[in-house]
């Protein structure tokens, strides 16, 4: 079992930065690859970004073409916590962000929400204009 808390999301105007975290707990963090997900009001849950490593040190990241460029992924193996930074935003990245993790290895599944095994409860995330 993994438990997953994200956090750090608010208000921010357009332009501005946040950083989620996603703190995990449980089962080997090294045994999951860790995705961010977004859904908005009335929209379908949207695959952001992902990441999985090999080894101690090197590390891959994955993005959405909505997210490139301006998010970055990065995990701190000693906290166990996967962090996305996100630049430049707008009002379109409003919505709730939320932490997963997969036990799945083929990275063409990295985008699909069904491949994933927990979740976590979700930061709302809203960018004023």
């Known amino acids: 079992q993994v438990q997953l808390v994200e956090s750090g999301g608010g208000l921010v105007q357009a332009g501005g930065s946040l950083r989620l975290s996603c703190a995990a707990s449980g089962r080997t963090f090294s045994s999951y690859a860790m995705g961010w997900f977004r859904q908005a009001p009335g929209k379908e849950r949207e695959f952001v970004s992902a990441?999985?490593?090999?080894?101690?040190?090197?590390?891959?990241?994955y993005y959405a073409g909505s997210a490139k460029g301006r998010f970055t992924i990065s995990r701190d193996k000693a906290k166990n916590t996967v962090y996305l930074q996100m630049n430049s935003l707008k009002p379109e990245d409003t919505a709730v962000y939320y932490c997963?993790?997969?036990?799945?290895?083929?990275?063409?599944?990295?985008?699909?929400?069904?491949?994933?095994?927990?979740w976590g409860q979700g930061t709302q995330v809203t960018v004023s204009s």
């Open positions: 997963a993790a997969t036990s799945h290895s083929r990275r063409d599944y990295y985008g699909e929400p069904t491949k994933y095994d927990y």
């Open positions: 990441i999985d490593w090999s080894g101690d040190s090197t590390y891959y990241a």
